[in-house]
């Protein structure tokens, strides 16, 4: 970096017209070179650039806004998301959301191999780019959808940092299309949740 700011320096002299070539020109030359390469080297000098830092929860956040819409879609007016939430964590061995969860919940949701119509929220983008294959699949036009997408990413960053309340007051433990398979899980002891707005099903396990 110092060599290549001299070399600039030393050019731009050498372009300066003759008769403005003088002492006071290689001299002011040399004083600005030696101050940038005082701001370069000197660690308590201003930096000139500072990498953005690392938001720890930003995999987490495209990978849980990636679940939420493939079950309830591009909206939060319904409780799904948040339900999700917590249902994820409660499976969790640790108690807290995770991608090694979340990939084991939901695996198509991460699969970018799969070939069916829905295979765009494995490709779903932080910075809100139309997603690979959106356009094969759907017939809307992306930007018909981006701002439900930026609405549901927002909610969920919201979540993450704010460790959201499980609303129902009872754990939640698992989720599925409303009425699937509902007999059955009752059959088994399950409890249906009906705590709140929601288009799937939410279920709270007996404890063993």
């Not at 030393?10 to 372009?15: D, E, G, R, S, T």
């Not at 409780?79 to 991608?99: K, M, P, Q, V, W």
């Not at 009872?170 to 059955?184: P, Q």
Request: aromatic share 10%; hydrophobic share 35%.
């Amino acid at each position: 970096m110092r060599n290549i700011l001299n070399i600039v320096f030393v050019i731009l002299a050498m372009i300066t017209p003759v008769h403005r070539f003088t002492n006071e020109t290689i001299n002011t030359t040399k004083s600005l070179v030696e101050k940038v390469n005082a701001c370069y080297y000197d660690p308590d000098a201003i930096s000139y650039y500072e990498p953005p830092p690392v938001d720890p929860n930003a995999e987490l956040q495209l990978a849980l806004t990636r679940i939420c819409i493939s079950e309830s879609g591009f909206q939060t007016t319904t409780d799904d998301c948040t339900f999700i939430y917590h249902a994820l964590r409660n499976r969790s061995r640790t108690g807290e959301i995770s991608i090694e969860i979340m990939r084991a919940y939901s695996p198509g949701t991460f699969n970018i191999n799969r070939t069916d119509s829905r295979r765009w929220i494995a490709h779903l983008r932080s910075d809100f780019k139309e997603p690979h294959s959106w356009q094969e699949t759907v017939d809307l036009p992306w930007s018909a959808r981006r701002q439900g997408f930026i609405n549901v990413y927002n909610h969920v960053g919201r979540m993450l940092r704010g460790n959201v309340r499980n609303p129902c007051g009872r754990r939640i433990d698992h989720w599925g299309a409303r009425g699937f398979r509902r007999e059955l899980h009752l059959s088994n002891g399950w409890h249906l949740l009906e705590c709140g707005n929601t288009l799937n099903d939410f279920w709270s396990l007996p404890r063993t």
